[in-house]
């Protein structure tokens, strides 16, 4: 819908009352500035029965004002929200050239109103905004002098909802447009009755890529590095805000035949004896002192500083005490070992 100077112009009479139109259903009124006229004895004296007729379907209607609801939601006439109360509004900015004619035509469940601002003369205008703050400052009013709750737009028997990929226009595909990587692209919009789209969207596709590389995962990639994404298939000549988010054209680089098998670091040190193995610990076998030698014979009488009198294989190691006299200690403390464990 556009909204601006048009050839001839139109006042802001008959831009009210299209507007009016759509609020109502599709069903234009003629408009009129008095219903009736009395007299001083309240005797009616002129009477002015409004007139009209229907010039685009109910659905037709329904889909202007959710389309002129997201004006306001979330477009150029947010400002005309209400401050204090809440309510739907549905509207359209519009301007000519040079910005000599600024205007906001919108309408709520119960008022419709359209304020134009300019110059008689065309002069271009600075404050772009301040027909919409006009707008929303009396439409606010009305509703809250006459204490209007708020109500949704009538939706007619005539209009069906349908989840639509925004990407695609048409059917969302549940795991693939809800989980797009660029953000969901899911949006639930109304069509006329027998105008849903049947066709699913297929410009979205789930890939296994390679975290490592963010490309298409190859067969050397490892498990761990695999991650299922879903993108967008699409043509582009320049980068768009899409261009992030398209599907990966080549395949993993990082990973191939040459880094598939290379080995992993032991988590042991290297072994020092011939046969790779680590040597066992066992504890000190005592046979006695069949094994001692006497005393030792590899003890070499302990001049060697293996022991005293013999360290050798001695069941027992013999010490010399302060007065001569040899006695056996059979629990020396460095190799004792208790097998009655």
């Not at 469940?109 to 006009?134: E, M």
Request: glycine residues 10%; aromatic residues 8%.
């Amino acid at each position: 819908m556009a909204l601006g100077g048009i050839t001839d112009g139109v006042s802001n009479l008959e831009l009210t009352a299209a507007f009016a139109a759509i609020a109502n259903s599709g069903y234009y009124t003629k408009p009129s500035f008095y219903t009736k006229i009395l007299d001083h004895d309240n005797k009616v004296l002129l009477k002015n029965k409004p007139t009209g007729r229907q010039v685009m379907k109910e659905s037709t209607s329904f889909l202007l004002t959710s389309a002129m609801e997201d004006v306001v939601k979330k477009g150029t006439g947010s400002s005309v929200n209400f401050n204090e109360i809440s309510m739907p509004i549905a509207g359209k900015t519009g301007t000519t050239s040079d910005d000599n004619d600024l205007w906001f035509a919108g309408y709520t469940p119960y008022y419709t109103a359209a304020i134009w601002s300019g110059y008689d003369n065309n002069k271009t205008q600075t404050n772009k905004s301040y027909q919409k703050i006009i707008w929303r400052d009396v439409m606010q009013r009305i509703h809250e002098e006459y204490k209007l709750e708020s109500k949704p737009f009538t939706k007619p028997d005539s209009i069906v909802a349908a989840d639509i990929c925004t990407k695609s226009g048409k059917l969302a595909v549940d795991g693939l447009c809800d989980k797009y990587i660029g953000g969901s692209t899911v949006k639930t919009e109304y069509f006329a009755r027998g105008t849903v789209p049947t066709e699913k969207c297929d410009i979205h596709v789930k890939v296994t890529i390679c975290k490592d590389s963010k490309q298409l995962a190859g067969e050397y990639c490892p498990e761990s590095s695999l991650e299922e994404k879903v993108y967008l298939i699409k043509e582009e000549k320049s980068p768009t805000k899409d261009t992030p988010y398209i599907l990966p054209t080549k395949t993993c680089t990082k990973h191939n035949s040459k880094t598939k098998n290379t080995p992993t670091n032991t988590p042991f040190p290297p072994s020092n004896n011939n046969t790779g193995d680590i040597a066992p610990t066992t504890p000190p076998y005592d046979n006695g002192a069949n094994n001692g030698n006497n005393n030792g014979s590899n003890g070499n009488n302990g001049n060697n500083g293996n022991g005293n009198n013999g360290s050798g294989n001695n069941g027992g190691t013999d010490t010399i005490t302060g007065d001569g006299t040899e006695t056996n200690d059979e629990t020396d403390i460095e190799f004792y070992y208790d097998y009655s464990q």
